[in-house]
């Protein structure tokens, strides 16, 4: 006579069942994260990504499945909302990372304007939410022009070679060594226009750096360009707010606003007299959204 055996219990020394989903559930899973990879698509305009963007957030299984695909692709999820959709950044160690490097390397020459590109997106950043209840408030919209970007960090610029000056350092450095030259120097010396005949500006110009740097901030869905005026006017996104959010605690972001930057409203640069602080040293590779190389 053969003995009944229950099949539904697992044998002794089984692993537990997985609570992963169906095969189904990991391309859906997958199909969100790609969502969130296209930072200019918004939830609102497309019906199968606000369907599953409901289903991350109703279904916890399915989240734990999306946030896992995420993670190993290097991802990090940094919300996933109406407002936002599945907003994500790169970690170090991913093959979506943008290192500071390689963005410099594409619009520059020299390893000295690899310094005025990190301190454009420190400025962009710093200019948006200048107060840390601006980062905080989900409703906060920012407001930059590549002109008000450009003389804010001439002022910084300015009050940092005021104290050099008064703490008697030396403003000139060796010739034959530009790489060691603060970025706030180079800043200074270079043009801030450099128009061309025909009224271009030159990419090498201050105003041509920090318009490269909000070109890709807006083609990268961290900001929206509103305007011409002031050399282009731009707001700012949830996913941009999300990602200085994430990089807020940056020494060189830190000691940007340090300088006291005061709330701006319409692109307009203004700087409030500073406290007696560190010395502002920003590294090469310094910026937003980038990894140091």
Same mark, same amino acid.
């Given at each position: 006579?053969?003995?009944?055996?229950?099949?539904?219990?697992?044998?002794?020394?089984a692993?537990?069942? /997985?609570?992963?989903?169906t095969?189904?559930?990991?391309?859906?899973?997958?199909r969100?994260?790609?969502?969130?990879?296209?930072?200019k698509?918004?939830?609102?305009?497309?019906?199968? $990504? *606000?369907?599953?963007?409901r289903? $991350?957030?109703?279904?916890? *299984?399915?989240a734990?499945?999306?946030?896992?695909?995420? #993670?190993?692709?290097? @991802?990090v999820?940094?919300?996933? /909302?109406?407002?936002a959709?599945?907003?994500?950044?790169a970690?170090?160690?991913?093959?979506?990372?943008?290192?500071?490097?390689?963005?410099?390397?594409?619009? *520059?020459?020299?390893?000295?304007?690899?310094?005025?590109?990190?301190?454009?997106?420190?400025?962009?950043?710093?200019?948006?939410?200048?107060?840390?209840e601006? @980062?905080?408030?989900?409703? $906060?919209?920012g407001?930059?022009?590549?002109?008000?970007?450009d003389?804010?960090?001439?002022?910084?610029?300015?009050?940092l070679?005021?104290?050099?000056?008064?703490?008697?350092?030396?403003?000139?450095?060796?010739?034959d060594?530009?790489? @060691?030259?603060?970025?706030?120097?180079?800043?200074?010396r270079?043009?801030a226009?450099?128009?061309t005949? !025909? *009224?271009?500006?030159?990419?090498?110009?201050? #105003?041509?750096?920090?318009?490269?740097?909000?070109?890709?901030l #807006?083609?990268?869905?961290f900001l929206q360009? =509103?305007? !011409?005026?002031n050399?282009?006017? $731009?707001?700012? =996104?949830?996913?941009?707010? &999300?990602?200085?959010?994430?990089m807020?605690?940056?020494?060189?972001?830190?000691?940007? &606003?340090?300088?006291?930057?005061v709330?701006?409203?319409?692109?307009?640069?203004?700087?409030l007299p500073?406290e007696? #602080?560190?010395? @502002?040293?920003?590294?090469?590779?310094?910026g &937003?959204?980038?990894?140091?190389?």
């Open positions: 006579m053969s003995e009944n055996v229950d099949r539904s219990e697992p044998e002794a020394g692993p537990p069942a /997985s609570p992963a989903g095969p189904a559930d990991a391309a859906d899973a997958a969100l994260v790609a969502f969130g990879l296209q930072p698509l918004l939830p609102a305009r497309d019906q199968e $990504y *606000a369907d599953l963007l289903r $991350y957030r109703e279904d916890p *299984a399915f734990r499945l999306a946030d896992a695909v995420a #993670t190993g692709l290097g @991802l999820v940094l919300e996933v /909302s109406p407002r959709g599945m907003a994500v950044t970690a170090e160690d991913s093959v979506f990372a943008v290192r500071m490097g390689d963005y410099a390397r594409r619009t *520059a020459a020299d390893s000295g304007d690899r310094f005025l590109h990190g301190l454009a997106h420190l400025a962009v950043a710093a200019m948006a939410f200048p107060r840390p601006d @980062l905080a408030d989900d409703g $906060y919209i407001r930059v022009t590549v002109n008000g970007v003389a804010f960090v001439r002022q910084a610029c300015r009050r070679e005021e104290r050099a000056a008064e703490e008697g350092e030396n403003t000139d450095p060796a010739t060594a530009p790489g @060691l030259e603060a970025a706030w120097r180079i800043w200074v270079r043009s226009t450099g128009a005949k !025909d *009224a271009r500006r030159l990419a090498g110009s201050t #105003t041509g750096i920090v318009g490269k740097a909000v070109a890709f #807006t083609d990268s869905g360009r =509103t305007g !011409d005026d050399g282009g006017t $731009y707001r700012t =996104t949830a996913r941009y707010q &999300l990602q200085v959010r994430d807020a605690g940056s020494a060189a972001m830190a000691e940007l &606003l340090d300088l006291g930057v709330p701006v409203t319409d692109g307009t640069p203004t700087l500073a007696d #602080t560190d010395d @502002l040293e920003l590294v090469a590779d310094a &937003l959204p980038f990894h140091s190389a």
